[in-house]
Nanobody
Framework: QVQLVESGGGLVQAGGSLRLSCTFSGTGFGIFSMGWYRQAPGKQRELVAL???????NYADSVKGRFTISRDNAKNTVYLQMNSLKPEDTAVYYC????????WGQGTQVTVSS
């Protein structure tokens, strides 16, 4: 059974930074693709960034150059470093683990004030 717990959300001014963490409980973390998604009020959930087991990364165009996803397989943790935050980055951020099935965390709120 896989469980994901996110942390690191909060309120930040535009231009600021936050780092989200997602801790994976279960086995086989290293072979899962790990991703961060977000959902703003009234909008669909969208992919922000992902990193495969082979450490290949992919980013939404809207965050390229500002966000960095990384994983520490020794700590079963995936991170999302968010810099130069904008008000439009405000959303609930969800951690996802994918290996044939999808597993989701409970989400963490990120609010960027202008």
């Amino acid at each position: 059974q896989v469980q994901l717990v996110e942390s690191g959300g909060g309120l930040v001014q535009a231009g600021g930074s936050l780092r989200l963490s997602c801790t994976f409980s279960g086995t086989g973390f290293g072979i899962f693709s790990m991703g961060w998604y977000r959902q703003a009020p009234g909008k669909q959930r969208e992919l922000v960034a992902l990193v495969t087991g082979g450490r290949i990364t992919n980013y939404a165009d809207s965050v390229k150059g500002r966000f960095t996803i990384s994983r520490d397989n020794a700590k079963n943790t995936v991170y999302l470093q968010m810099n130069s935050l904008k008000p439009e980055d405000t959303a609930v951020y969800y951690c996802n683990a994918h290996l044939r099935l999808d597993y989701w965390g409970q989400g963490t709120q990120v609010t960027v004030s202008s």
